[in-house]
Nanobody, 117 residues
Framework: EVQLVESGGGLVQPGGSLRLSCAAS????????MSWVRQAQGKGLEWVSG????????TYSDSVKGRFSISRDNAKNMLYLQMNSLKPEDTAVYYC??????????WGQGTQVTVSS
């Protein structure tokens, strides 16, 4: 059974950092492209970052470029999102998702990130 379980969210002050983790099971992480997607309260889904198979050419939305970094640990079957210089507008539920052609076929349950003083 494919499962994605996010962790690492929480409350942080503006300018702070968090590292989100996504534990994958039931499949081999490094043969799939993966993404982080977020949803702020009352808003739609927003793609944040993606990492293809082979962990090259990582991509980021303009809103997080230069502040967030996506990575994976193939030995541990883990996906990460390092978030630095956090802003209140980064407040959202963050999901990891497995890419399937032009969409996603599996999602985690999400982890809440709140940036507030």
């Amino acid at each position: 059974e494919v499962q994605l379980v996010e962790s690492g969210g929480g409350l942080v002050q503006p300018g702070g950092s968090l590292r989100l983790s996504c534990a994958a099971s039931g499949f081999t992480l490094n043969i799939y492209g993966m993404s982080w997607v977020r949803q702020a309260q009352g808003k739609g889904l927003e793609w944040v970052s993606g990492i293809p198979t082979g962990s090259t050419r990582t991509t980021y939305s303009d809103s997080v470029k230069g502040r967030f970094s996506i990575s994976r640990d193939n030995a541990k079957n883990m996906l990460y999102l390092q978030m630095n210089s956090l802003k209140p507008e980064d407040t959202a539920v963050y999901y990891c998702a497995r890419s399937y052609y032009a969409t996603y076929d599996y999602w985690g349950q999400g982890t809440q990130v709140t940036v507030s003083s």
